[in-house]
């Protein structure tokens, strides 16, 4: 499946968004991450397959931020870039499809180092090959943080 992914951003001449502008019929198990108003300068992600189908959803928090409590996190300075939501689309699951998309957000920005803190996602996570950080208070979300080798053959 061929994926086509679309920044969408505010224009300068945009006062302001009151939520993303994403595909309305679509499904997904989260709405409420993508039904609320984003912060002063929103990065969003909508991706569409070969048919023009929305099936997935990135929000980036440009550079984001590493909680300094996390143990043994390795120092990531102006290059960082933190994937706020990832979600596929129900209809959407299933296929490769959130896999596909973290690969080809690492290679659009191949000069920026990707993480997320995990909601519910570990294996998923993992799975790309990326470093696993817990808090240690416990009960927080896990950090993952993309390889310095970038791509994982495995992907």
Excluded at 46 to 70: C, K, M, S, W
Excluded at 104 to 132: C, I, Q, T, V
């Amino acid at each position: 499946m061929l994926l086509e992914l679309v920044d969408l951003r505010p224009r300068p001449c945009d006062n302001r968004w009151w939520v993303p502008p994403f595909a309305e019929n679509v499904t997904y198990e989260h709405p409420h991450w993508w039904n609320r108003q984003p912060g002063e300068d929103p990065w969003f992600v909508q991706v569409l397959d070969q048919t023009g189908i929305e099936v997935a959803r990135v929000e980036f928090d440009d550079p984001g931020g590493i909680n300094l409590e996390y143990a043994d996190v390795p120092e990531l300075g102006d290059e960082r870039l933190e994937i706020q939501f990832i979600e596929v689309a129900i209809g959407a699951r299933g296929h490769g499809v959130g896999r596909r998309v973290v690969r080809n957000l690492m290679e659009r920005h191949p000069d920026r180092r990707l993480f997320a803190y995990s909601e519910g996602a570990d294996r998923f996570w993992a799975s790309l090959g990326w470093k696993s950080f817990e808090h240690p208070a416990g009960g927080y979300r896990t950090l993952f943080v993309q390889s310095p080798d970038g791509l994982r053959t495995a992907l």
